[in-house]
């Protein structure tokens, strides 16, 4: 199903319809895995849902969360572990179904069944009740204070539309799955699903009903989405007008896009580090030595330089300026030392290195199979031979995630904000519902424990001290090497105004022309 097309510029124009000024032709690098909104947590997988269904609340473009289809939220007076919300009268699915509690029930209980890899989010609830037609409680266990940071990606789907189609869990997409959702929707959201063509072309038509008409700018009639994995084949559409928008202007086109009339480069810092996982359980990188000396044979600066084209902002930690828990300290990252590298590949018995496959994505993020490129030769430096594995990120994200690969790269948004989201998917130890993208073998009782108890610490000032003792957990294990925090560049056309948002998700209800 997840084939890799590499579309020319002949064929774009080939394949477009007639557009009017209204409509918004939009590229990036790789499509949606799915268009089940609960079966993948994945930047362009949420940033094509969130076109078509709506969470009960969302970020905007400046990352502040707003009301969706919650009009307010609060935490009981009477029972801190209670949540409460109301929720917005009056919309109406695409088929025409209205919109009540029993919808936001079933859709986050669904977010927490197999299959699903929004379960993370909600794993503090408790319950899920249905107060009324447009009240909702959820209960936690114990009082978080933060459980509203959670659910800004939590798309609410019509529980008659998914009873009657067979879809009452998501498809577990690393198995093979699939179900009527993977390529069916019917949300609540500005635009509705016109077809889809998987990695080729998606078009979306503004919805007629959509509650927020009458709130947002609402300019845009109609999306023509074409994902274009090719760099130069992505820039040349921008430059001949064939697509309006693209997210992933390659950092070495930036002047050249800059430069040309008609165009623009809207630029901001995202939401999202790049960082490289390694098997902490087998094999020579179960050795502490040599974590650490891959670690310090990472050249950051030199990728910053040559590959990144000064677009990025390397790290010392897995989590990104915008996160609770992100300090100065932290961010500081070790001296590119090849002679203290060796020195720590012989103390650990490696002096002669070793032979490792390192599997990258080739068109999830920006210059990711080149940066692996990098990484290569900087480890071949220490005796370290690795062999380069790319693959498009349908087929890497299962290995990378099924603990298949004992070298990998991984990119990591946190739509919380909140160092938790981390901890909860790539710290704690692998279960069912908890750790899902931390296949390093990485497990301490100690920092699970002081994880869950996140979930319900309201002295704010005692959680953070918290956060601050997981990391130094984190960073002493070294079972990831951050590399950099990423920075967007979006192209447009002149007649555009729209912000970058930092979870690098355009909400096209909010853009207007000029």
């Known amino acids: 199903m997840f084939h890799k097309i590499l579309l020319t510029t002949a064929a774009i124009a080939a394949s477009t319809v007639t557009v009017s000024a209204e409509t918004i032709r939009w590229a990036r690098a790789g499509d949606a895995i799915t268009m089940d909104p609960h079966a993948q947590n994945e930047g362009p997988t949420h940033g094509m849902n969130h076109q078509i269904y709506d969470s009960l609340l969302q970020r905007d473009m400046s990352g502040n969360i707003i009301p969706s289809l919650a009009l307010s939220w609060a935490a009981l007076a009477d029972n801190p572990n209670v949540w409460r919300f109301n929720l917005r009268q009056g919309v109406s699915y695409h088929d025409g179904a209205a919109f009540d509690s029993e919808d936001v029930v079933f859709s986050l209980n669904r977010a927490m069944a197999d299959g699903s890899e929004m379960k993370e989010l909600l794993s503090s609830i408790k319950d899920i009740r249905a107060v009324d037609a447009h009240t909702v409680d959820i209960e936690t266990n114990g009082a978080n204070p933060l459980l509203v940071n959670n659910l800004t990606n939590m798309f609410m789907m019509d529980k008659g539309w998914s009873t009657a189609n067979d879809v009452l869990t998501p498809h577990d997409v690393a198995k093979g799955e699939t179900n009527f959702a993977t390529m069916n929707t019917n949300g609540t959201g500005a635009f509705m699903l016109v077809s889809r063509s998987v990695d080729e072309k998606t078009v979306l038509k503004s919805n007629p009903n959509y509650w927020g008409k009458d709130i947002y700018p609402n300019q845009v009639t109609d999306i023509i989405y074409t994902p274009i994995q090719s760099a130069a084949t992505r820039v040349a559409a921008l430059l001949s007008g064939e697509v309006d928008i693209i997210q992933d202007v390659p950092v070495q086109d930036l002047g050249r896009v800059s430069g040309t009339d008609g165009l623009n480069v809207a630029t901001a810092a995202q939401n999202r580090v790049i960082f490289f996982g390694l098997d902490t359980a087998e094999g020579p990188t179960s050795n502490l030595k040599v974590r650490q000396a891959m670690n310090i044979a990472i050249n950051r600066d030199a990728i910053k330089k040559i590959v990144m084209r000064e677009q990025s902002d390397p790290t010392g930690v897995i989590m990104p300026p915008f996160v609770n828990g992100w300090t100065e300290a932290l961010n500081e990252y070790p001296d590119y030392d090849i002679d203290a590298a060796k020195g720590l590949m012989a103390d650990a018995g490696f002096a002669n290195g070793f032979d490792i496959t390192l599997n990258c994505p080739n068109d999830r993020y920006i210059n990711d199979e080149a940066i692996c490129q990098a990484a290569v030769g900087m ?92 990391w130094s957990a984190v960073q002493d294990a070294q079972m990831y090497l951050p590399i950099h925090n990423q920075v967007l560049n979006w192209g447009m056309k002149t007649n555009i105004d729209f912000d970058v948002q930092p979870e690098d998700t355009p909400h096209f209800q909010f853009l207007k022309f000029k």
């Open 379 to 470: 480890m071949a430096r220490i005796g370290i031979n690795v062999t380069l594995d790319a693959k498009p990120k349908a087929q890497h994200f299962p290995i990378a995630k099924g603990g298949e690969a004992p070298f990998y790269m991984l990119g990591w948004g946190v739509p919380t904000f909140d160092s938790h989201y981390i901890f909860n998917y790539l710290v704690h130890t692998q279960t069912d519902k908890r750790g899902s993208w931390n296949p390093t073998g990485y497990s301490n009782a100690d920092v699970d424990a002081m994880i869950v108890s996140l979930e319900s610490e309201t002295d704010l000032a005692a959680r953070d001290a918290t956060i601050a003792k997981i």
